[in-house]
């Protein structure tokens, strides 16, 4: 699995951009000479996947999409922050102590720099540019990303089935 700017053991870079990421996916598969594959990603991994395909579509024969960070005209970004938190409390303590290592132990400034991307206008891209066959994946008790906003997303997308997993948040 490649390693993200910023990430791993990568060079610590505060400027994260999606674009980037997607080309450096997009590099690795032609690399590898897997181009064009299934790209599959889970929530960031899910954007970057997605502008993979946007910018780079002969490297992606399909996607799948889990918990992407999709969002209808509502609530403002930042109003994700309080079901972010309130999801990580409600998670067994496993799970929880599990997200909060893999958190710590990435560099602050590239996670600032991610999440800032992920809220900037724009960071979503138009589904309708989203050509390849896709299967979106979603929770049906997610508190973060609603349903609605996954299904709204995934219906807009001309190729893309949606799986609400009915007992997943």
């Given at each position: 699995?490649?390693?993200?700017?910023?990430?791993?053991?990568?060079?610590?870079?505060?400027?994260?951009?999606?674009?980037?990421?997607?080309?450096?996916?997009?590099r690795?598969?032609e690399?590898?000479?897997?181009?064009p594959?299934?790209?599959a990603?889970?929530?960031?991994?899910?954007l970057?996947?997605?502008?993979?395909?946007?910018?780079?579509?002969?490297?992606?024969?399909?996607?799948?999409?889990?918990?992407?960070?999709?969002?209808?005209?509502?609530?403002?970004?930042?109003?994700?922050?309080?079901?972010?938190?309130?999801?990580?409390?409600?998670?067994?303590?496993a799970?929880?102590?599990?997200?909060?290592?893999?958190?710590?132990?990435?560099?602050?400034?590239?996670?600032?720099?991610?999440?800032?991307?992920?809220?900037?206008?724009?960071?979503?891209?138009?589904?309708?540019?989203?050509?390849?066959?896709?299967?979106?994946?979603?929770?049906?008790?997610?508190?973060?990303?609603?349903?609605?906003?996954?299904?709204?997303?995934?219906?807009?997308?001309?190729?893309?089935?949606?799986?609400?997993?009915?007992?997943?948040?």
């Amino acid at each position: 699995v490649p390693e993200l700017p910023g990430f791993g053991r990568r060079p610590l870079d505060p400027r994260f951009r999606l674009a980037e990421a997607a080309d450096v996916i997009a590099r690795w598969l032609e690399r590898l000479g897997a181009a064009p594959a299934a790209v599959a990603g889970h929530s960031l991994g899910a954007l970057v996947a997605m502008w993979t395909a946007v910018r780079r579509p002969e490297a992606v024969a399909r996607l799948v999409l889990v918990a992407p960070p999709v969002r209808t005209a509502g609530p403002r970004p930042h109003h994700h922050a309080l079901p972010m938190l309130r999801t990580l409390a409600a998670a067994p303590p496993a799970a929880a102590a599990a997200i909060v290592r893999d958190v710590a132990g990435r560099p602050a400034p590239a996670l600032l720099a991610a999440a800032d991307e992920i809220l900037a206008a724009g960071a979503v891209p138009d589904p309708a540019s989203i050509a390849h066959p896709a299967l979106l994946v979603q929770g049906a008790r997610d508190r973060v990303v609603s349903p609605r906003a996954a299904a709204e997303f995934a219906w807009a997308m001309p190729r893309c089935r949606l799986v609400l997993l009915p007992r997943a948040g």
